[in-house]
Structure formats: C-alpha cells, structure tokens
C-alpha cells in the first residue's frame, strides 16, 4: 500500500490531504467518529503517487461507497495546528496542505454504511450539515463559503499557532 503523504519535519509534521465538497439541498456532507466532538471534512491524505484528483475520488468512494467525480477545485487551504491523535500526533504542530474539491453529486446520492479512520479503531458516519448547524465542524471557512459557494479557486489561510 502507498505511503500517506505524512512527513515529519523537525519537531513537527506536514500532510497533504484532500477534502470532498459535496452538496445537496443547502447542506454540506461531514465526517464524524467515536474519538472526537468536532466534524470534519470528507477525505484524507494523498498518497503518494496520487494526484490531488485521484486522492478525492478514492477517499469519497471509501467513505461514502460512491465513486464521484469531480466537478472543479474550490480552495486551496494552508493550515497550521496542534495535532490531537494521540501516539500519532498529539501536541505536534502540523503544517497542512488541503486541496478541497467540489464534487458532482446525483440526484440520489446517500452515504452508505460507515468507514473506518486511518487508526483502523474509529468508525466514521458521514452527517449533512448546513451553515447554520453549531456543532463544531473543520474546515470552519465551509460555513461561510459553501452558503454562497462561487467558481473561482480560493486560498486560505488558518494559523492555530
């Protein structure tokens, strides 16, 4: 199996990950899981070898049990945080690049089933959310950019240091 694009450097590590934007009547499809309170994004880490494209595909189909395509980038998103797995990266500061790309979503799309974290332990439930739901959900541009969602390519910047 290829490697995840997971590197550490110095004391702390860089990722590249992709995200899945997929949206159906005014809500966004989250992921959730057993370990933690927040939300976050359909998606993973790229593997090497994988264009970013190829990356969303697959963790889509992964996670959803649908193989979508993709319809256009959305954001390019640059992210510095303390990372939160313990024994992986716990109180590691994480340099991220994600690439989150809006999906082509048919008319009867419905996750299927649950999937597992790259941990193998931590079943994961896919959830609709809308702009205005108050859980805690990451990346947090997504309630302010996918309620009036545009075609240009967007890069972000998120500094948790």
């Given at each position: 199996m290829p490697a995840n694009m997971t590197v550490p450097c110095d004391r702390g590590i860089i990722n590249i990950r992709v995200g899945a934007i997929i949206?159906?009547?005014?809500?966004?499809?989250?992921?959730?899981?057993?370990?933690?309170?927040?939300?976050?994004?359909?998606g993973?880490?790229?593997?090497f070898g994988?264009?970013?494209?190829?990356?969303?595909?697959?963790?889509?189909?992964?996670e959803t049990?649908?193989?979508l395509e993709v319809d256009r980038l959305g954001f390019a998103h640059e992210n510095y945080f303390?990372?939160?797995?313990p024994g992986v990266n716990d109180g590691k500061l994480v340099y991220e690049v994600s690439f989150y790309f809006y999906?082509?979503?048919?008319?009867?799309?419905?996750?299927?089933?649950e999937s597992r974290t790259d941990d193998g332990r931590v079943r994961e439930a896919m959830?609709?959310?809308s702009p205005d739901d108050p859980r805690t959900i990451y990346p947090e541009f997504?309630?302010?950019?996918?309620?009036n969602p545009v075609r240009t390519v967007k890069h972000i910047l998120t500094d948790e240091r």
């Open positions: 949206l159906k009547d005014g809500k966004f499809l989250m992921a959730g899981n057993e370990r933690d309170d927040y939300l976050y994004s359909v993973g880490r790229l593997q994988e264009t970013a494209e190829e990356a969303v595909v697959r963790e889509v189909e992964e049990g649908w193989r303390y990372g939160d797995v999906m082509k979503v048919p008319n009867d799309f419905e996750p299927r089933g959830q609709w959310v997504y309630r302010t950019e996918l309620a």
